[in-house]
């Protein structure tokens, strides 16, 4: 179930990957919808590679990680910040993890608390890694709109996030 999953990227953020890149060529931001679209590959190209892994290296979850954020801030127009905060002593290159294991989370945090802000002040999305003892911490952090007030736009619209469940 959960290599189905990883083997497939949700159609909405696809769609609205491919509108946007028509947009910038509709408003001839030529070099705008290159950028875009190079990154957009480059993150299609990676989670499918990904998605034949049981486990990856934590370098190469957070190098998908940084495409899938990079292409929302653009289609967002730079509404947020994003930050990686990882201790010097961690060796995410030898440290593995199923691939999209974080994925969800941040997905989360841009679409139900750093969108729904609505200009009221600029978004902040962190992530924030600890080792003890032979496990690994992960701490997704954002200055959104919180919980209960996102609920409020959630109960308007009936998905069900499979990628959460199965995580």
């Given at each position: 179930?959960l290599?189905?999953?990883?083997?497939?990227?949700?159609?909405h953020?696809i769609?609205?990957?491919?509108n946007s890149?028509?947009n910038?060529?509709l408003?001839?931001?030529?070099?705008?919808?290159?950028?875009?679209?190079?990154?957009f590959?480059?993150?299609?190209?990676?989670?499918?590679?990904?998605?034949?892994?049981?486990v990856?290296?934590?370098?190469?979850?957070?190098?998908?990680?940084r495409?899938?954020?990079?292409?929302?801030?653009?289609?967002f127009?730079h509404?947020?910040?994003?930050?990686?905060h990882?201790?010097?002593?961690?060796?995410?290159?030898?440290?593995?993890?199923?691939?999209m294991?974080?994925?969800?989370?941040?997905?989360?945090?841009?679409w139900?608390?750093?969108m729904n802000?609505?200009e009221?002040?600029?978004?902040?999305?962190?992530?924030?890694?600890?080792t003890?003892d032979?496990?690994?911490?992960?701490?997704?952090?954002?200055?959104?709109v919180?919980r209960?007030?996102?609920a409020q736009?959630?109960?308007k619209?009936?998905h069900?996030?499979?990628?959460?469940?199965?995580?």
């Open positions: 179930r290599s189905a999953l990883q083997a497939q990227m949700n159609p953020f769609f609205n990957s491919i890149i028509q910038y060529i408003d001839k931001n030529e070099q705008q919808a290159y950028d875009y679209l190079s990154k590959s480059k993150l299609i190209r990676l989670v499918l590679v990904n998605s034949r892994q049981k990856i290296s934590l370098q190469d979850e957070l190098e998908t990680l495409l899938y954020v990079d292409l929302e801030k653009l289609r127009d509404a947020f910040d994003f930050n990686i990882l201790p010097d002593n961690l060796a995410a290159q030898e440290i593995m993890i199923p691939s294991l974080i994925q969800p989370f941040v997905e989360n945090a841009i139900h608390g750093l802000l609505k009221t002040r600029r978004g902040q999305l962190s992530l924030y890694f600890e003890t032979q496990q690994l911490k992960i701490i997704v952090e954002d200055n959104g919180g209960a007030y996102a736009f959630k109960s619209h009936v069900q996030s499979e990628g959460l469940n199965i995580t």
